[in-house]
């Protein structure tokens, strides 16, 4: 499975980004799928998390009520609405994919990684 990331770059504060991310490939059994992002000198961390059908969503508590993901399983795509953007929300954005997996909040339980998009947000 490919991925390959779309959609960053620089924002004012308050502004809006949609980050894509187009999967190719084997996407049959692609269960879960992520955003994942890091900052310069940080560790990469989940910003959200969608099962496979769409029907469940997590996202990490600083970005609740802002950032909203979707997917298409039909055209092989997944989605990161960002809204209310803020220059802490600064950093390489990453989509994953997990490999049959229901459920997947944890860098390791993902299998496959996009090549990152960077978000830049300025005050």
């Known amino acids: 499975v490919q991925l390959v990331e779309s959609g960053g770059g620089l924002v004012q504060a308050g502004g809006s980004l949609r980050l894509s991310c187009a999967a190719s490939?084997?996407?049959?059994?692609?269960?879960?799928m992520g955003w994942f992002r890091q900052a310069l000198g940080k560790e990469r961390d989940l910003v959200a998390v969608?099962?496979?059908?769409?029907?469940?969503?997590d996202y990490a508590d600083s970005v609740k009520g802002r950032f909203t993901i979707s997917r298409d399983n039909a055209i092989n795509m997944l989605y990161l609405q960002m809204n209310s953007l803020k220059p802490e929300d600064t950093a390489v954005y990453y989509c994953?994919?997990?490999?049959?997996?229901?459920?997947?909040?944890?860098?390791?339980?993902?299998?496959?990684w996009g090549q990152g998009t960077l978000v830049t947000v300025s005050s």
């Open positions: 994953a994919a997990s490999w049959a997996t229901e459920w997947a909040t944890r860098v390791p339980e993902y299998d496959f």
């Open positions: 490939g084997h996407t049959f059994s692609v269960g879960a």
């Open positions: 969608i099962t496979r059908s769409g029907r469940t969503t």
